[in-house]
Nanobody, 124 residues
Framework: QVQLVESGGGLVQAGGSLRLSCAAS????????MGWFRQAPGKEREFVGG????????YYADSVKGRFTISRDNTKKRVYLQMNSLKPEDTAVYYC?????????????????WGQGTQVSVSS
């Protein structure tokens, strides 16, 4: 089992940057693919990006491609989401999630464990 805790959210102006961190506890963190999702008020949870167990491959939603970067440090049991060139439409609660098996896709149902989320607000 894996417990996840996100941090690093906050309020930033459009064009700014934030770095989210997700700390994992539990065993075998390196066995899990990790994903970032977000949910804005009144909207469904949306896939942001993911990273496979080894960190060698990442994949992103078109809406964030080229602006957001996911990385992981398996020795520290952490995954990161670097967000640059932020836009007001990036405002949401951001969640990290873990999927067993080392590889995963973009659907929330593919993920087994979730953090509590961290708020990101981007002002215009």
């Amino acid at each position: 089992q894996v417990q996840l805790v996100e941090s690093g959210g906050g309020l930033v102006q459009a064009g700014g940057s934030l770095r989210l961190s997700c700390a994992a506890s539990g065993r075998h963190f390196s066995n899990y693919a990790m994903g970032w999702f977000r949910q804005a008020p009144g909207k469904e949870r949306e896939f942001v990006g993911g990273i496979i167990w080894s960190g060698e491959s990442t994949y992103y939603a078109d809406s964030v491609k080229g602006r957001f970067t996911i990385s992981r440090d398996n020795t520290k049991k952490r995954v990161y989401l670097q967000m640059n060139s932020l836009k007001p439409e990036d405002t949401a609660v951001y969640y990290c999630a873990a999927a067993g098996g080392g590889y995963s896709g973009s659907h929330p149902d593919e993920y087994d464990y979730w953090g509590q989320g961290t708020q990101v607000s981007v002002s215009s």
